[in-house]
């Protein structure tokens, strides 16, 4: 399995949580990671990306301020911090790797871990 999340869990609203997603089988250092999310009854939706040095990060405006995207190549590891919990963050989250090549596209994911937000 190349990507395999965890730390999801139930929080109150405002607590915390720092997703984890453990990355093997492929060179993770040049692919661009991902964490996405989706709801029930609702479109995944792309929370918050990473270039694959590290250098860049963009976030869904309804997380920016509250998430932070980090990485860490030497470990093959992505994290997603989650602060500031409110309960439309619940959902199953995952993270995607990516990476496009001269003639093909390279798409991990993984199966998920969910997080529920309330009181």
């Known amino acids: 399995v190349p990507l395999v999340e965890s730390g999801g869990g139930a929080v109150q609203p405002g607590g915390s949580l720092r997703l984890s997603c453990s990355a093997s089988g492929f060179t993770f250092s040049s692919y661009t990671m991902s964490w996405y999310r989706q709801a029930p009854g609702k479109e995944r939706e792309l929370v918050a990306t990473?270039?694959?040095?590290?250098?860049?990060?963009n976030y869904a405006d309804s997380v920016k301020g509250r998430f932070t995207i980090s990485r860490d190549n030497a470990k093959n590891m992505v994290y997603l911090q989650m602060n500031s919990l409110q309960p439309e963050d619940t959902a199953e989250y995952c993270c995607n790797a990516l990476r496009i090549g001269a003639i093909r596209r390279y798409d991990y994911w993984g199966q998920g871990t969910q997080v529920t937000v309330s009181s």
């Open positions: 990473i270039t694959s040095g590290g250098g860049s990060t």
